[in-house]
T-cell receptor, first 108, second 112 residues
Framework: GQQVMQIPQYQHVQEGEDFTTYCNSSTTLSNIQWYKQRPGGHPVFLIQLVKSGEVKKQKRLTFQFGEAKKNSSLHITATQTTDVGTYFCAGRNNDMRFGAGTRLTVKP | DGGITQSPKYLFRKEGQNVTLSCEQNLNHDAMYWYRQDPGQGLRLIYYSQIVNDFQKGDIAEGYSVSREKKESFPLTVTSAQKNPTAFYLC???????????FGPGTRLTVL
């Protein structure tokens, strides 16, 4: 069945450094969504990507959907302490599957 | 103020007891979902409902039951048949099936 793998599992950065998390699907996706979950909180929807090769930006966050629609990435430029949390991708084919998430910690 | 509410935030139950988690939304969304989250893991789908009076099993439905008698409400019952019920339970809704779900604040269930 469809599987969504996300790496790395953990990432610790110094404030101001960049951060990237990657999501890979075993099957071609119709779309992919990204969520952020703060410690002790619930997942908050960030963005949905639909088109092959699509790139979207939200301030310091850049989201990319691969040409084959099987992988995606989230890149944060110049991390801040407010970026801490776990970032999840969720890929949809017939069903929606969540990656295990990348937990980001930021040292001030 | 629109949104999804789940209550209570923390819930404790003795082993062998059934427990029902509430989920209410006033967003007029058609689809509703229940997910389970265990530490360090992603979200796994328990049940979903695309329309009132209809619901389907997700990946880990065993030991759980749901109802969808009203559009706004999608309660989840964790039965004594669920072997490892301690987890963080998240309810979500989306305006239409297959559109991105938005999550409620969650209920942390601990079975002692």
């Amino acid at each position: 069945g469809q599987q969504v793998m996300q790496i790395p599992q953990y990432q610790h950065v110094q404030e101001g450094e960049d951060f990237t998390t990657y999501c890979n699907s075993s099957t071609t996706l119709s779309n992919i969504q990204w969520y952020k979950q703060r410690p002790g909180g619930h997942p908050v929807f960030l963005i949905q990507l639909v088109k092959s090769g699509e790139v979207k930006k939200q301030k310091r966050l850049t989201f990319q959907f691969g040409e084959a629609k099987k992988n995606s990435s989230l890149h944060i430029t110049a991390t801040q302490t407010t970026d801490v949390g776990t970032y999840f991708c969720a890929g949809r084919n017939n069903d929606m599957r969540f990656g295990a998430g990348t937990r980001l910690t930021v040292k001030p | 103020d629109g949104g999804i509410t789940q209550s209570p935030k923390y819930l404790f139950r003795k082993e062998g007891q059934n427990v029902t988690l509430s989920c209410e939304q006033n967003l007029n969304h058609d689809a509703m979902y229940w997910y389970r989250q265990d530490p360090g893991q992603g979200l796994r789908l328990i049940y979903y409902s695309q329309i009132v009076n209809d619901f389907q099993k997700g990946d880990i439905a065993e030991g759980y039951s749901v109802s969808r008698e009203k559009k706004e409400s999608f309660p989840l019952t964790v039965t004594s048949a669920q072997k490892n019920p301690t987890a963080f339970y998240l309810c979500a809704s989306s305006i239409l099936p297959r559109t991105p779900p938005f999550f409620g604040p969650g209920t942390r269930l601990t079975v002692l």
